[in-house]
């Protein structure tokens, strides 16, 4: 995943290196024309230096001939020719590719032919100048522009980092508590104060929805507590009144069976409301039997309790011991745990396969046979469907979790060689 910051700067980046190629072309164009006018402007120069050295130096006749072939011959790159004919001539600029000996390859002249006056004769001036330099020059321009390019990415690169941890120190902090933030403990966040605008905003936001959150969770957790508490007398009430048209000799066999029919979903009401009161009592902590507890020992009795059932679906038990699982908890919320995660594996297990139960000094991990794996995402949340080879998962796991919770431990799932794998971690890795 980028960053926010590196995305801004990506794009700057991007951009900067956009006009530097753009720039070449440019700097080229530039150069060549102000290098061409210079040298135009050079060669008028030296146009009107001549035409005022020979009119100061009064030369005429054989000498001015001889001085002339001499100039001829030692500037190469320039010539002062007598004009035969007697017709005027604009000055004129050209350019020109042709072999530079002294360097053995073709150069680019700029060039200048104009008629200058001599001993009241017309003569004709042309002047060459090499204009590959210009080359040089923008390659020693480009050069350099790349390099500070270079530096100025590179400068870029530093200040970002160096203003990111400044500049999003607040947002840092906010994200971190965000993330310790545990809304079973009904504790509000107290993020430290920004002076950016944006993030004291976000953080007056944020802290203003945890509060709504943590006051609806207070709500629920209450009316999920008082609302078992009070199902409790009128689940007994129905119960004991059933028992006793249960006990009717009048009863007829349809009546009996619409009673048989109704204890069913009844029994299951009752474990769910004694399940939502052993989350509520989980959820506020209300446990005083706390003691060292020997898990191998729970494993046992909770063995024992299950063993018909166990017998009744014909699963092959193993217990696998390899360290003491001794931890300080309450001794209610041990029992529950091993209960639960014990008997879901029995409940969920194939007929006549197999569970296996593991315990080290680090925790405790029950496995049973399995044809796919669990939906992971709702796997430990309340009544939500976990495999489709159960109709529901019920509260068995969600109290293992809350239980976990409460004690600081770690529990996660695996599927692995076609068994589920329950691991209760008494230290987190």
Not at 363 to 373: D, P, Q, Y
Request: include cysteine.
């Amino acid at each position: 995943m980028t960053k926010l910051l590196d995305k801004p700067f990506k794009a700057f980046t991007i951009y900067a290196m956009i006009i530097l190629l753009v720039s070449i072309p440019i700097y080229f164009w530039v150069v060549d024309w102000i290098w061409v006018t210079e040298i135009d402007d050079h060669h008028e120069i030296i146009m009107e230096r001549i035409e005022n050295r020979f009119e100061q130096a009064h030369v005429s006749g054989h000498d001015l001939e001889t001085i002339l072939n001499t100039w001829n011959t030692l500037q190469p790159n320039s010539s002062i020719r007598p004009i035969t004919e007697n017709i005027a001539r604009p000055d004129s600029t050209y350019e020109v590719t042709k072999y530079n000996e002294y360097e053995q390859e073709s150069d680019r002249f700029r060039g200048l032919q104009t008629v200058i006056e001599i001993d009241k004769k017309f003569y004709l001036l042309n002047i060459e100048t090499n204009v590959e330099e210009a080359y040089e020059t923008i390659f020693a321009i480009g050069l350099v522009t790349v390099l500070l390019y270079g530096i100025l990415v590179f400068g870029f690169i530093q200040l970002n980092r160096k203003i990111s941890k400044s500049v999003w120190k607040p947002f840092d902090n906010t994200l971190t508590k965000l993330k310790s933030f545990d809304l079973s403990l009904s504790k509000g966040v107290e993020f430290e104060t920004s002076d950016i605008e944006e993030f004291e905003e976000l953080n007056q936001t944020i802290s203003k929805l945890i509060a709504e959150n943590i006051n609806a969770y207070n709500q629920q957790k209450a009316f999920v507590a008082n609302a078992s508490h009070e199902l409790q007398t009128p689940i007994a009430l129905l119960k004991s009144k059933l028992e006793m048209l249960f006990q009717d000799e009048k009863l007829s066999a349809t009546q009996s069976e619409l009673v048989n029919a109704i204890q069913i979903p009844l029994a299951r009401l009752t474990r769910v409301n004694k399940n939502l009161l052993l989350l509520a009592r989980i959820d506020n902590s209300k446990f005083s039997d706390i003691s060292e507890i020997d898990f191998s020992e729970k494993v046992e009795k909770s063995e024992e309790l299950l063993q018909d059932y166990i017998s009744e679906r014909e699963l092959t038990y193993k217990k696998e011991i390899s360290g003491i699982a001794r931890v300080t908890c309450s001794l209610f919320l041990a029992e529950t745990l091993v209960n639960n995660l014990l008997s879901n594996a029995i409940r969920h297990s194939p007929v006549s396969s197999h569970i296996i139960v593991r315990i080290d000094e680090n925790g405790i991990s029950f496995l049973n046979s399995g044809v796919e794996r669990l939906k992971d995402e709702s796997l430990f949340k309340r009544f939500s469907i976990s495999t489709t080879e159960t109709t529901n998962s019920g509260l068995g796991l969600a109290i293992a979790k809350e239980i976990c919770k409460q004690n600081g431990w770690g529990i996660n799932y695996d599927f692995l060689d076609h068994f589920h794998i329950f691991s209760v971690r008494f230290r987190k890795f």
